[in-house]
């Protein structure tokens, strides 16, 4: 059987409750003390993770370009689910930067805000290309509040001694199996930046989870953590190769910035 866009639109939407009814079924999960187990990075700036902090000033740079970007080109406004994103991408050198100079519960809600935020933006402006509609500007604030609420969600439960992280992790995971999925079936115009963006992102998950493995070889005492920031900051240039859906047909297409 054949799923038009107007069908798969209301599947990949009714997604999202379906899987948080669903995280339900299952008991809390609070937060792995072992997350915060860093490979050093370099002794600066009064710690060991000089290198987990630095790395963070990809996301600035990629932030600020992004959303020169929106608003050289006019696009800003219709383009509302990129905007945020890069602004969420900006947000989130802060927020790391300040979690990484000093690991704790605390610092890590700061950490986890701006990406929720980013996250939500990224699907949303993937919707709106892969099914040509416009629901990002109805939709995002209710979207990126939704997952600022799984983050402040888990931070209360944690503070309480119940951590929950079901809800977050179904903002962060969610989209990395509808995505792929769009981009398949439905793939809009310009589609191989985004995979390259969703390779670059899925490599990123993999130098974290390889921290410590790869500090142990990495030259000028580099971590598996600081090369996820690099190559998590390279999936969201990828994103300035790939133009907007809403760029107004007088506006030139955008190129890749110049190094």
């Not at 090369?227 to 809403?246: D, R």
Request: positive net charge; hydrophobic residues 55%; aromatic residues 16%.
């Amino acid at each position: 059987m054949t799923v038009t866009r107007s069908k798969a639109k209301f599947l990949f939407a009714l997604a999202w409750p379906l899987a948080f009814a669903s995280a339900l079924l299952f008991e809390p999960i609070p937060q792995d003390p072992s997350f915060f187990d860093f490979a050093a990075s370099g002794r600066g700036l009064g710690n060991f993770h000089f290198w987990n902090v630095i790395t963070n000033f990809a996301f600035l740079w990629v932030g600020l370009v992004g959303i020169e970007k929106m608003i050289s080109l006019g696009i800003w406004k219709n383009a509302m689910a990129e905007t945020i994103f890069f602004f969420g991408v900006l947000l989130t050198a802060f927020g790391s930067a300040y979690f990484h100079y000093a690991p704790d519960m605390h610092t890590l809600v700061w950490d986890r805000l701006p990406m929720t935020m980013g996250f939500m933006a990224f699907y949303l402006a993937m919707i709106d290309r892969c099914f040509q509609v416009s629901l990002a500007r109805r939709w995002l604030p209710f979207m990126v509040g939704i997952g600022l609420w799984t983050v402040l969600h888990w931070a209360r439960t944690e503070a309480a001694g119940e951590g929950d992280l079901r809800f977050y992790a179904i903002v962060q995971f969610l989209p990395l199996i509808l995505i792929p999925i769009m981009l398949l079936c439905w793939p809009p115009k310009n589609v191989k930046p985004l995979w390259c963006m969703l390779g670059l992102y899925a490599l990123a998950k993999v130098c974290e989870h390889f921290d410590h493995e790869l500090a142990s070889w990495l030259p000028l005492s580099l971590t598996g953590h600081a090369l996820k920031h690099l190559c998590a900051a390279a999936a969201a240039w990828c994103f300035l190769l790939a133009p907007p859906k809403a760029i107004p047909s007088s506006a030139p297409t955008p190129s890749a910035p110049k190094l």
